[in-house]
């Protein structure tokens, strides 16, 4: 199994990136997939996440409107559209397959995570 993140980069406030996962080894068309982040010191935190078919998409309110989750199962791809970037936004971008969270948002569990893309926003 692997997952494979790629996209992050350095970009000034207001810029926009797009991340991308590509996924191997697993049934990718059938999972839920998501995009976490870590910025450092600080514990993981979910950014978004997408259903199998795509047509169903949950975010994060700090990102809501600024960034857009997609998948194409046919290329094995996730795809994070990062907007109007904050300095906030800077961090290890991570995706992961089946993402559960739980104890109060700080227990992170799924079957498997990339690792990672940086995204650095330079105000």
């Known amino acids: 199994v692997q997952l494979v993140e790629s996209g992050g980069g350095l970009v000034q406030v207001g810029g926009s990136l797009r991340l991308s996962c590509a996924a191997s080894?697993?049934?990718?068309?059938?999972?839920?997939m998501s995009w976490v982040r870590q910025r450092p010191g600080k514990g993981p935190e979910w950014v978004s996440s997408?259903?199998?078919?795509?047509?169903?998409?949950y975010y994060a309110i700090a990102v809501k409107g600024r960034f857009t989750i997609s998948r194409d199962n046919a290329k094995n791809s996730l795809y994070l559209q990062m907007n109007s970037l904050k300095p906030e936004d800077t961090a290890l971008y991570y995706c992961?397959?089946?993402?559960?969270?739980?104890?109060?948002?700080?227990?992170?569990?799924?079957?498997?995570r990339g690792q990672g893309t940086q995204v650095t926003v330079s105000s």
């Open positions: 997408i259903n199998p078919g795509g047509g169903k998409t």
């Open positions: 992961a397959s089946n993402l559960r969270i739980g104890g109060g948002d700080s227990e992170y569990e799924y079957d498997y």
């Open positions: 080894g697993f049934a990718f068309s059938s999972t839920d």
